[in-house]
């Protein structure tokens, strides 16, 4: 029944498409978002009366999940088994600016899975984003943003958006200082919002800085500083949410030539979090990051060669004192660890009743015009452990993505994907099983 319904929707949203397109610029566009790849930005299109300016937009996206190996409910290894679901989210939004100075935005979201039973586990709408904005203030290097926003930074592998699923918003405050023309610092107080309950609390949250300097043309120089209150709950209920947990770190970005491209980012966390098996508190020291590079040749077909390096510590003591699994990158859904998402993030991986702690990620691949209109990319993603129980491989396995995306017109895209995960040592160790994962999905993404 599932598959029905998402052809429904399917044939609904093209006809939508009739409409006259009209599309508001998300905030921030990562690099490593391959799944939303389009090439060229859609022209903003505003309707004027009277000096006000408004825009009104809209996105309709469906996919379709298959997989063997897998529970698709919480990413989780589970051999013998096969499942399948239907994703479909649409987001309506509308923006409004009275006057130059003042942008006032507002977006709606519903979204919806459906499992392989025509079952839906989960259905809900609720408001995405609503803010205002203050910026291009005369004689004032001051910016502003306040209500309920997206946050993401450098290529997303701190603060991102978690856009490949139902995303990620915080209620937050945040104003930008304009340090001359090339230096700007931005202040945040964020609480991060529960989509499923659509209300944020008082924890957790985020309180910070993020800047940035422009040395050259073609690159920058990232400086970051973040209190996590209440700790990473939501994401690792396995933790204490009582830390002390903060996390600097820095990112150099860059183009040189025009044809190689490069970013380091290195970050550090410090702090303190209970520990339950002593009854008394670890001092939190962790680090971790990334860093990436890749040649573009000059050809019709731009092929792109790339590599990179992902690194989280980890920790498998629990009577030293001290904690150091890296918790840094798991506001995002980077492509750093894969399509298939069995390793959810570089602080590492449970199953069955072993922990992978902290996580070494090998990347390369490469990626190219096949025509104007359809990329091809090919990535390779190495798994090993940082720490583990003894006797239990650190070998988490090697994972394989082949991901086309088509970009039909100007606002309609399709991307079709094949992924294999080719499990490790460490399963067999775990579960006694090392059955590899097969996932394939399609999906296709309107905006109007």
């Keep these: 029944m599932w598959y029905k319904q998402g052809q429904i929707i399917i044939i609904v949203s093209a006809v939508l498409l009739l409409a006259h397109p009209l599309w508001a610029n998300e905030e921030c566009q990562t690099r490593g978002e391959i799944h939303d ?13 009277k000096g006000i300016t408004y825009n009104i937009g809209a996105e309709e996206r469906v996919r379709g999940d298959f997989v063997t190996n897998q529970n698709l409910g919480d990413f989780s290894y589970a051999p013998d088994t096969h499942d399948e679901q239907i994703l479909s989210r649409t987001r309506v939004n509308f923006l409004l600016s009275p006057i130059k100075e003042l942008k006032v935005f507002a977006e709606g979201q519903f979204y919806m899975r459906e499992d392989n039973e025509g079952d839906s586990d989960y ?27 997206q946050l993401c930074y450098g290529s997303g592998f701190f603060l991102g958006t978690n856009d490949f699923y139902d995303g990620l918003v915080w209620d ?45 043309e073609d690159t920058t120089a990232d400086l970051y500083f973040f209190y996590h209150h209440g700790g990473f709950e939501f994401f690792h209920s396995d933790l204490a949410d009582d830390a002390t947990w903060y996390t600097i770190g820095t990112r150099f970005a860059g183009k040189i ?43 019709k077909y731009n092929p792109r ?11 498998n003591k629990t009577d030293d004192k001290y904690y150091s699994e890296f ?52 990535d390779y993603h190495y798994f090993l452990a940082d720490k583990t129980p003894a006797d239990i491989s650190r070998n988490i396995g090697s ?25 490790g040592r460490f399963f067999k160790d775990a579960v006694d099983s090392r059955k590899d994962i097969n996932y394939f999905y399609v999906q296709t993404q309107i905006k109007f």
């Design 399 to 423: 994972e394989v993505n082949v991901i086309a995306n088509f970009k039909i017109t100007e606002n309609v895209n399709l991307i079709l994907s094949a992924n294999r995960f080719f499990l």
């Design 123 to 149: 259905s809900k709408g609720n408001l995405y984003q609503a803010y205002a904005e203050l910026s291009d203030m005369e004689h004032i290097p001051l910016e502003a943003k306040v209500g309920r926003q």
């Design 172 to 216: 937050a405050a945040k104003a930008r200082v304009l340090l001359g023309d090339k230096f700007w610092v931005d202040g945040i107080a964020a609480r991060y919002v529960n989509l499923n309950k659509g209300t944020s609390k008082d924890r957790p949250a985020l309180y910070g800085a993020y800047s940035q300097y422009e040395i050259t």
């Design 37 to 49: 790849k389009i090439h060229d930005e859609h022209e903003e299109k505003t309707a004027q009366k």
């Design 327 to 378: 918790h840094g990158n798991i506001y995002n859904d980077q492509y750093i660890v894969g399509d298939i998402s069995l390793v959810p993030d570089v602080s590492g991986i449970t199953v069955g009743d072993f922990r992978a702690s902290g996580m070494h990620i090998i990347i390369g691949g490469i990626s190219m015009d096949l025509h104007p209109r359809i990329n091809l990319n090919i």
């Design 257 to 299: 030539m025009e044809q190689f491209d490069y970013e380091i980012e290195p970050l550090y966390q410090f702090g303190n979090i209970e520990n339950e098996e002593r009854g008394a508190h670890d001092t939190i020291s962790a680090y971790g990051g990334h860093v990436e590079a890749g040649y573009t040749f000059k050809s």
């Design 305 to 315: 060669l790339f590599a990179g390096y992902a690194f989280g510590s980890g920790d």
